[in-house]
T-cell receptor, first 124, second 108 residues
Framework: QLQLQESGPGLVKPSETLSLTCTVSGGSIGSGTYYWGWIRQPPGKGLEYIGIIYYSGSTYYNPSLKSRVTISVDTSKNQFSLKVSSVTAADTAVYYCARHSPHYDWGRGTFDYWGQGTLVTVSS | SYELTQPLSVSVALGQTAKISCGGKNIGSKSVHWYQQKPGQAPVLVIYRDSNRPSGIPERISGSNSGNTATLTISRAQAGDEADYYC???????????FGGGTKLTVL
């Protein structure tokens, strides 16, 4: 059974960089079958797409966050990561990692497996 | 940018049918996906590509999509269906995911 687990600091200071890692078990990022992504949800609000990555390192970002976001992959550790720079209180959210579309069905566009999410608070 | 509009809340009597709408310009030309999110939990995919159910999702949950509105239908509503529901579309040409604002379903 595929499982995803987010990890990283729960508290980040304003203007600093938020860093999270998603560890995948029960499946291989390096197999190249799927894309992998990040989504966030501010407390009491809706879901916001951050971006997705392929095992090769190809990335696609939400234009509204693109200037501050970097997603990377480490296939040797079966992990992918998220960095958000210059954070403000508006970046306080539960951050989810999830599995996106298979490469052979790029048009599908779903997130079918999700991690449990991790709350990141931006505060001094 | 593309926008999806959902009602903030929908109420349904126990055992009756709930319909949650998702509006978007010409959304019928896109594939719509739906997620269920219960308090404190991650979202769960319940409908993909307008009307397909992933394994384990009951048949009383269904979806449709036409014109400017996609609809999630929950028949014989149960207390366990109380949750937030989000619609989502994917633009494969730009690799942009768009979520609706979410609808809180209350089962009375």
């Amino acid at each position: 059974q595929l499982q995803l687990q987010e990890s990283g600091p729960g508290l980040v200071k304003p203007s600093e960089t938020l860093s999270l890692t998603c560890t995948v078990s029960g499946g291989s990022i390096g197999s190249g079958t799927y894309y992998w992504g990040w989504i966030r949800q501010p407390p009491g609000k809706g879901l916001e797409y951050i971006g997705i990555i392929y095992y090769s390192g190809s990335t696609y970002y939400n234009p509204s966050l693109k200037s501050r976001v970097t997603i990377s992959v480490d296939t040797s550790k079966n992990q992918f990561s998220l960095k958000v720079s210059s954070v403000t209180a508006a970046d306080t959210a539960v951050y989810y990692c999830a599995r996106h579309s298979p490469h052979y069905d790029w048009g599908r566009g779903t997130f079918d497996y999700w991690g449990q999410g991790t709350l990141v608070t931006v505060s001094s | 940018s593309y926008e999806l509009t959902q009602p903030l809340s929908v109420s349904v009597a126990l055992g009756q049918t709930a319909k949650i709408s998702c509006g978007g310009k010409n959304i019928g030309s896109k594939s719509v996906h739906w997620y269920q999110q219960k308090p404190g939990q991650a979202p769960v995919l319940v409908i993909y590509r307008d009307s397909n159910r992933p394994s384990g999702i009951p048949e009383r949950i269904s979806g449709s999509n036409s014109g400017n509105t996609a609809t999630l239908t929950i028949s014989r509503a149960q207390a366990g269906d109380e949750a937030d529901y989000y619609c989502q579309v994917w633009d494969s040409s730009t690799a942009i995911v768009v979520f609706g604002g979410g609808t809180k379903l209350t089962v009375l």
